[in-house]
Each structure stands twice: as C-alpha cells, then as structure tokens.
C-alpha cells in the first residue's frame, strides 16, 4: 500500500476488494507507532477499538454490507471532540476537559459512513494559537520541516493527514483554524458555511465563529467527508437546514465561466514574496482552466478582523471562565491572556459588534457576490515559521505573532463563509505554499469544484514529505 | 510595551471599532440578521448562479 494514497482512492479499493479495512487500519497504525513519536499528531491512538471496527468492517463487506462511502477508511478526530470512552482534553492538561450528552455529532456521521477512528488529535491548547504550539501534549511537528510549525488550532489533524498517518480528520475554525494547519502542512481543508456542519459534542470555543470541517489530501477526500458531515441536527440549533448538496457528483459540473475575484485590497499586502509568486500562480492555473479572474476591492477585512476578534475573545471567555478562574496556572500564559482579555469587553460593545456582523455579511453579499461567484487569497503571510521563532519573545510579540498569521482566514470566519486551503507550490526552503477558494453561504460545492479543477490541473497535493 | 498595557491598548483598538461603526445602527438590525444574510445569500436564493454569468 502507498504510504500517501488520498481517501477516495483508498475508499475505491477497498470496495474493490484490492485491499481490506484491516490491512488500511494496520498500516495506518504502523505508521502512527513509527512516526508520531517525532510528530506528535495524536493525543490518543484507539488502536485496539480501530481494529476492531476494521475487523467488523471487513466482516461485513464481505457479506456484501457496505455502510456508507467511508467503509474501512482510517480518520481521526481533532481532541475537542467528545468520543465517549476516550478522553477529551482540548489540548488542556485535564485530560477529561469537556464532556458531552452526546459524541460529536459530525464524527457520529463519518463513522456511521464507515470510517474507522483512529484516536483523538493534537490542538493548540482550547483551540487558541495559530501556530500549532502545545506546552502540555508537545509541540506538534511539522512533517515537511519538523522545526517548522503546523499551523493551528488543529495542528495534529493537518500532521496527521500530512504524514500519511490517517486519510481524513476533522478540524474546527474559530479564526482560522482548519485552514492555517491546511495551508503550513501542504493539504486540503474546508472550513463549511457557519451551520452547514452540527457543532453539537465538539468543545465550543466562540459559539458565533466555531466551524467543524474536513481535512484531507485532496478537494475530492474533503467533498466525501463533508457529505457525510453536513446537514441539520436537532443537537444544534445553529446547524443550518440548507439543503445538502451531493458535493461529490457536484465536482464533475464545468468550471468554465465561473467568476473568480481576486482582492486589491488587504490580502496581498505584506505578504510574503513566495507566497504572493505561489498564490498568483494557482489563479493563473484557475484561469487556464476556464475561470475568468478579475480584480475586485472587498469591503474592509481588518473591519471584519476587529469585530470577529472582539466576539470570538467575549464568548471563549464566557465559556471558558471556569477554568481561568479556578485553575488559571494550568493554562498557557498565551491562552490565559486570551481568555483574560475577552473578560474586559463591556456587553454593550459584544453586542454591538453582533449586530455589525449582521450588517458586514449582508453588505458583503450584496458587493461581491454580484460581481464574482468565488475569491482566491492567500491563506497565510508566509510559509510556516520556525517553531523557536514563533515562540520567543515577551508574550505580547507572540499574541501580535498569532494574530498576524491568521489576519487572512478570520474575516470568513465573521462572514460565516465556506473557505478552502488548497496547496499550490513550495518555498525555496521546500515548506508548502497555499491559497484559498472562499464561496457563497451554503455554496461549499462551487468552491469544492473549482478546488477540483485546479488539482486536477496540478500535483502539489500529491508530493509527499520525506520522513525517512 | 508591558503585557498589561499591550492588552489595555488592544481591547481600546477593538472597542474604538465599536464605537466608530456602531452609531448609525438601526433599531432593524438585530444580530439575527446574521443568519437571514447567510439564507439570503445562498447560490439558490434567486440571485446569481454559480457560473451563470450573471450581468457585471
């Protein structure tokens, strides 16, 4: 078996009976017990309950019962993700951080399509921090360069993905966080439309910004899981009862004509030459494969930034108060100023900002969606930084750090707009280069298509770190 | 800039936001309105077709 095959192809072989749901959990295992002593993808292998589920699984494929399009496929889980008989940390130091009525009701969905658990992944601690740093599980490796960061929150998922460690994860995105990682680890990833995916059993970090979303090597892998993620749950109010789109029969539907607008302003300023050189090529290859690209200026994003940011700082601390009351010495000193400055915000300017957020949505639709059906920018400034580097300093140059890295994802997180990570080339320094497809509400299966065409016109999401 | 004072001078930023965007609210704009403009939005809300060409 290839140490890097993408989810769909594995899913396919493992219909075809070339390669059994024991034989893809056992490697997949292998590699983890290897591997990710150096990495540290996972806080939590399941082992002996993922062969187990293979074993049934493979039982039951050979009885011609076939779940769902996942059947046999290796996942794992970003740990705030509340698995009943494993632990939930949140990249705490509590090992039972958060606790739910219920699993998560998106992972409940992978695997009632067949996918088989892996174990529970690495996060920045309560999903805060950009870069992928935990003080507690251990900093999670980046595979292309194991000094360099992963991105964050959810670190281990892009890792583990990255490293060929699991086919599939999920991520959650209060401020970028599916698609920093996505970006800094060279694969796929997409945050969905705010309420298109249940956020009921994953840890709530800001309930108006959180998104649950799939992470995986290719827009095809990530347009399986979310058609079997996506869609109305009576456990969460917010999951949206938008019709679900078949995404995968969607990617096959031209791409010719579609109108891809590319920013003037904001996205482009500052930013790294490589990355600009990689992100201007990945909208010529849009062009090339039909698209017509035209410049377009955006409603002010730092706006969106600022009041995004005010939110998401209110209502972590809201929630997470408990623990920085009681237990404040276990957090970070990072995450502690975090939550700290969320208490400082007067109700009169959270709700404020709620209802500017009400506002800059419906204006955005109506500037830009008029014009342009999808836009491309970059995702992060720069290729990952050096872990040291990110680290060092007085804390305010690490909070100032953070939020520079994620200052071009968060404005479609206070958008609620659905946003995918795309890797389009590498720095010199062979650290992977990414851009961003960002849709319409509930139009996931526009910006997963067009994510489609461009892969299909390049490989960048087929090279594969060398981790020895 | 000690950590205190760079949190103090952050939150100031934010709320400044606040003040400067949030006076000429209306009494019409309910943060509910968040989900109605993502509804509205929507490729199948009678707008704009992806790819449909739609005038410029």
Known sequence: ?468 | MSENKFQQAELANLLGVIERLAGDLSLAEEPARFAAALEDGAPDAGRVAPGAGSPR
């Open chain 1, 1 to 468: 078996m290839p140490d890097f095959p993408s989810l769909a192809a594995v899913a396919a072989s493992i219909r075809q009976g070339t390669v059994s749901p024991v034989e893809v959990a056992r490697h997949h295992l292998d590699r983890v017990a290897r591997l990710d002593v150096r990495l540290r993808a996972f806080i939590t292998v399941d082992a002996e309950r993922a062969l187990a589920a293979a074993r049934r699984l493979e039982d039951e494929a050979g009885r011609g019962r076939w779940r769902g399009a996942l059947h046999g496929v290796p996942v794992a889980f970003k740990d705030l993700c509340f698995i009943r008989g494993l632990p939930t940390s949140c990249g705490t130091r509590t090992a039972e951080y958060f606790t739910a009525d219920q699993d998560c009701t998106a992972a409940t969905r992978l695997l009632a399509a067949g996918a088989v658990c892996l174990g529970k992944l690495n996060m920045t601690e309560l999903a805060m921090g950009a870069l992928g740093d935990n003080p507690h599980h251990g900093h999670a490796r980046n595979p292309w360069a194991v000094e360099h960061c992963t991105g964050g929150s959810s670190s281990g998922s892009g890792v583990a993905v990255a490293a060929g460690l699991a086919l599939g994860a999920i991520g959650t995105d209060t401020g970028g966080s599916i698609r920093l990682p996505a970006a800094a680890c060279g694969i796929t990833g997409l945050k969905p439309t705010y309420g298109r995916v249940s956020r009921a059993g994953a840890m709530p970090l800001s309930w108006s910004n959180d998104h649950l979303g799939p992470m995986a090597r290719t827009a095809l892998d990530c347009a399986l899981m979310l058609r079997a993620m996506a869609g109305p749950d009576p456990l969460d109010a917010t999951a949206g009862s938008h019709p679900v789109t078949d995404y995968v029969a969607a990617l096959e539907a031209p791409v010719r004509g579609l109108r891809v607008g590319v920013p003037q302003n904001f996205f482009f300023q500052g930013l790294d030459a490589e990355m600009e050189a990689g992100v201007r090529g990945a909208v010529a290859t849009l062009a090339a494969v039909g698209a017509h690209v035209a410049e377009i200026r955006l409603p002010d994003p730092q706006v969106l930034n600022d009041i995004t940011g005010l939110i998401s700082r209110s209502e972590s601390s809201a929630l997470h108060a408990r623990v920085l009351r009681e237990r404040p010495q276990e957090l970070d000193a990072f995450t502690r100023a975090r939550l700290e400055l969320g208490l400082g915000v007067p109700a009169y300017d959270y709700l404020q900002a709620l209802r500017l957020r009400a506002r800059l949505a419906r204006a955005f639709t109506r500037e830009v969606w008029s014009e342009v059906d999808v836009l491309a920018v970059p995702v992060i400034p720069e290729p990952a930084p050096p872990l040291r580097a990110a680290l060092e300093g007085p804390l305010e140059e690490r909070i100032a750090r953070q939020g520079r890295f994620s200052r071009l994802t968060r404005p479609f997180n206070g958008l609620g707009l659905p946003a995918l990570s795309l890797p389009c080339g590498f720095s010199a320094a062979g650290l992977p280069l990414a851009f961003q497809l960002v849709g319409r509400p509930f139009d996931e299966a526009t910006v997963l298509r067009l994510g489609h065409a461009y892969q299909r016109a390049t490989d960048w999401h087929t090279r594969e770190p060398d981790l020895g």
